[in-house]
């Protein structure tokens, strides 16, 4: 049974479309309101703050061209996103059916595809600011950072940024649920639907195409 790829985060293309945007002005830069009610909330809402405060300088720089601020934003996307925990998350209990080095290939191929999504939006960017309006306690420790994105004219879009800290004690984030949907939780089941008809080498497949020949 072969799988079609091509229809990958179809499913509610609003929302997604939402998540790959939020996830690229979340490094893209906007004007945080913060909310502080314990340390932990403090310290995971100034990761998202600090997180704007570098981006902006890169989107307000009128000397760079949007291939050179896709670029430098990359180095903020690996700063602030933990692919390795998300993938294994999309993967969810097929990630211990792959081999290691399939789980290696996965992981890097998986980084490519958020970046090629987010790089459709840099030119999207139209002076939004984001509003932190609260957070809540996960299990693992993890944070959840919710917001909602304005812009001027259009309806607003509440965003939450799922965060967890990595062996450093960093904050990293390892989803994004925007109006409502996860990103992880989307990719999930088409990956899953993959995973049944053609294995974790039918995934990889895929992917590469994807990639390769990107919408």
């Known amino acids: ?17 939402a998540a790959f945007a939020a996830l690229v002005l979340s490094i893209a830069g906007m004007a945080a309101t913060q909310v502080a009610v314990s340390a932990k909330t403090i310290e995971a809402q100034e990761f998202i703050r600090t997180l704007t ?18 670029v430098r934003l990359e180095s ?32 890097g191929l998986f980084k490519d595809y958020l970046v090629a999504n987010y790089r459709k939006n840099i030119d999207g960017y ?17 944070y959840t950072v919710r917001t909602r994105i304005l812009r001027e004219g259009q309806n607003e879009v509440l965003v939450d940024y799922r965060l967890r800290k990595n062996d450093s004690a960093q904050w990293l984030i390892i989803d994004i649920i925007a109006e409502g949907i996860s990103l992880v939780s989307n990719l999930r089941s088409q990956f899953q639907e993959i ?19 990107p919408q």
């Open 1 to 17: 049974m072969k799988t079609s790829f091509t229809t990958l985060t179809s499913n509610r293309p609003r929302g997604l479309r």
């Open 76 to 107: 903020e996307l690996g700063d602030c996103c933990d692919f390795a925990t998300t993938a294994k998350l999309v993967l969810a209990r097929n990630w211990k059916q792959f081999t290691p080095a399939q789980q290696e290939e996965f992981v």
């Open 126 to 142: 139209a002076g939004e600011t984001v509003e932190i309006t609260g957070g809540r306690e996960e299990s693992r420790g993890d």
């Open 195 to 213: 995973y049944t008809g053609d294995g974790a080498d039918g995934i990889l497949k895929a992917m590469r195409a994807k990639i390769s020949h």
């Open 53 to 70: 405060d570098r981006a902006l300088s890169v989107l307000r720089d009128d000397a760079l061209s949007n291939e050179q601020k896709a």
